[in-house]
């Protein structure tokens, strides 16, 4: 019996670039081909005393790949299982923030929402802060 492990590189969490869940990275919102994918929104204007949120998602990405042994899913070794096997996850990048303009900044991010409504795919963006993110577009 073969595994993902016999085909290719193991893609470790500790080696290569960590996109989300180490899944590939799609930089064109206009060709997106996934049933899941993510979205940056690293944004902290609204905060006057402890920035930091817009290093959320850059966590949160880093976080993920402790779960992603191998080529397929998100191994969890308490249960011995895989999850995630055959869903098609693609990480998309973050939306550009414009550190001087929160209206452009927001505008930005509701563009990579817009981009999940156009492929029908599950959206979720990474933040950490209030923003009109979860919301999707108005």
Known sequence: MTNAYDKGRLNLPFVGIPTFGKNPYQPDWSAIDADFAILGAPFDFGTQFRAGARFGPRSIREASTLFSFGHAGAYDHEDDVTY??????????????????????????EAGVRSYQIHKITFKAATSEESPTDAGPQ
């Open 84 to 109: 995630l096997e055959g869903v098609r996850i693609l990480d998309i990048g973050d939306a550009d923030i414009v550190h001087t303009d929160t209206e452009r900044s927001h505008a930005n991010i």
